[in-house]
């Protein structure tokens, strides 16, 4: 085994995710930007406080349901870039895998392409339009997992709210418990 090649390899490799990497988390955040900040918000004001204001949460879970509204629609229109490469991608391979397949009509004598010729010419023509169709896949998937958590949050959020209304009303209930007790002894 020739370990100089097994390390050039994953150099390689290494370079080609990280390339990637950049690719996925520009579009990512292009379409995400605005709900990160509100998480980071969330997190820094919210979660990071022993016992944050209930204007505080009030504030954060409509700004959270706001953004989300918006996040809806720009996952699907990334989800669309996701149909049209991976359609594109799927173009490229039959495309020529069609033109291999043919490629000896009319000539006379000429062995007919196997078909494991064709798909690998096919496949190697369409590799680059496969690895655009896997950026915006995972790009997509990203997306659609910070949407997941933020409707998470957003849930959370709410029983918070919840919580804290039923508190402030039996803090509301005991003080008033109190001052009619204390007005009745006179």
């Given at each position: 085994?020739?370990?100089d090649?097994?390390?050039?390899?994953l150099?390689?490799?290494?370079?080609?995710?990280?390339?990637?990497?950049?690719?996925?988390n520009?579009?990512?955040?292009?379409?995400s930007?605005d709900l990160?900040?509100?998480m980071?918000?969330?997190y820094?004001?919210?979660?990071?406080?022993?016992?944050?204001?209930?204007?505080?949460?009030?504030?954060y879970f409509?700004?959270?349901?706001?953004?989300?509204?918006?996040?809806?629609?720009k996952?699907?229109?990334?989800?669309?870039f996701?149909?049209?490469?991976k359609?594109?991608?799927?173009e490229?391979?039959?495309?020529?895998y069609?033109?291999?397949?043919?490629?000896t009509?009319?000539?006379?004598?000429?062995k007919?392409?196997t078909?494991?010729?064709s798909?690998?010419?096919?496949?190697?023509?369409?590799i680059?339009?496969?690895?655009?169709?896997?950026l915006?896949?995972?790009a997509?998937?990203i997306?659609?997992?910070?949407?997941?958590?933020?409707?998470?949050?957003?849930s959370?959020?709410?029983k918070?709210l919840?919580h804290?209304?039923?508190?402030?009303?039996?803090?509301?209930?005991?003080?008033?418990?109190?001052i009619?007790?204390?007005e009745?002894?006179f």
């Open positions: 085994m020739d370990i090649k097994i390390n050039n390899s150099d390689t490799i290494s370079v080609d995710v990280s390339y990637i990497e950049n690719i996925i520009d579009i990512v955040s292009e379409y930007s990160d900040k509100i980071e918000n969330i820094n004001n919210v979660i990071n406080d022993e016992y944050p204001a209930i204007n505080t949460i009030e504030k409509m700004e959270l349901s706001n953004c989300l509204y918006f996040m809806c629609e996952s699907e229109r990334l989800g669309i996701d149909s049209i490469s359609s594109k991608a799927q490229t391979y039959n495309t020529k069609l033109e291999h397949q043919h490629s009509d009319g000539k006379v004598g000429a007919k392409p078909v494991a010729e798909q690998a010419i096919s496949e190697n023509a369409s680059y339009d496969k690895t655009v169709n896997d915006y896949n995972r997509y998937k997306i659609k997992a910070k949407v997941s958590a933020a409707e998470t949050m957003v959370t959020l709410s918070i919840s804290r209304m039923q508190e402030s009303q039996l803090v509301s209930m005991q003080t008033g418990r109190k009619l007790n204390e009745n002894v």
